[in-house]
């Protein structure tokens, strides 16, 4: 087969057992390293199909040796790292009309990973329903303009990368103290009752429960709700220190190169001129 005289956009033929598309943009033929069957596409995009997801570097994921160059945008149904799912947190803020309890969330949550707060208090899980993955209940109707905000997570596991952790508890005993949660010991904040608690007022300090000292836990009643959120860090190899560092290698930059604000190419051309070379 021969190429046609006459192309379409995203067109592919096949010339001597080789594949090839037809940009329009660059009226030309490009050859294409993959099967038929394993893509559909139209001008310039190509979606690859028959493949498993990449949830790890062994299966399913592709692997590339050297690094990955990408120009434009690089878009991903899932990203992973060390086999856990990043994707982001998201906080939306809504002024409520009178009587509004039905809040939607812009992309999404995963149930049991929403944090919503009335007009600054932290609302217990046992007043609002939060199961769909895209709105938020209230129990109560609101009045017109109170301010809701909703933290939520959008699709990701817990992992090391993950911004915070949040449990949202609830006392099943009147002066319960202890409390299981899982957080970062050196970022904690423990709610009671929508209230903030002082450093003062609680132990946290393995990571996995939270002690109230006596005299909160005094002020526990059954139902209480009780939040616990911390920040985790977030650990990033490879990166070149903010006080300097040396890149062994090839530096692309597309854009401009600039030393405190003025271009290194133009401040090179200047010093060529003023040494006449």
Do not use: H, K
Not at 174 to 188: D, E, K, L
């Amino acid at each position: 087969m021969s190429f046609p005289a006459t192309p379409s956009c995203g067109q592919t033929v096949v010339v001597n057992n080789l594949t090839y598309s037809y940009s329009a943009s660059t009226n030309a033929w490009s050859r294409v390293i993959i099967t038929p069957s394993n893509f559909t596409g139209t001008c310039g995009t190509y979606t690859i199909s028959n493949c498993t997801p990449a949830n790890s570097t062994y299966t399913g994921a592709l692997i590339v040796a050297g690094g990955a160059g990408v120009g434009g945008a690089l878009y991903a149904g899932s990203v992973y790292a060390a086999g856990a799912q990043l994707l982001p947190t998201t906080i939306q803020e809504f002024t409520a009309a009178q009587s509004q309890n039905t809040f939607a969330i812009s992309g999404g949550y995963t149930p049991g990973q929403v944090q919503v707060t009335a007009n600054g208090i932290s609302l217990s899980s046992v007043d609002f329903t939060a199961t769909n993955g895209s709105t938020v209940v209230l129990n109560i109707p609101r009045n017109s303009g109170d301010i809701i905000r909703v933290v939520a997570s959008q699709g990701f596991g817990v992992s090391s990368q993950q911004a915070y952790n949040l449990s949202q508890l609830t006392a099943i005993a009147p002066g319960q103290s202890v409390f299981s949660a899982n957080y970062n010991t050196n970022t904690v904040q423990v709610f009671l009752n929508g209230l903030l608690l002082s450093t003062t007022q609680y132990t946290a300090s393995n990571g996995t429960t939270i002690v109230l000292n006596p005299a909160t836990a005094a002020t526990v009643y059954v139902g209480s709700p009780v939040g616990v959120i911390s920040f985790n860090s977030v650990s990033l190899s490879n990166a070149i220190s903010s006080s300097g560092g040396t890149i062994n290698g090839t530096l692309n930059v597309i854009g401009t190169l600039q030393n405190n604000g003025v271009s290194v190419n133009g401040m090179a051309l200047a010093m060529s001129v003023a040494m006449g070379m």
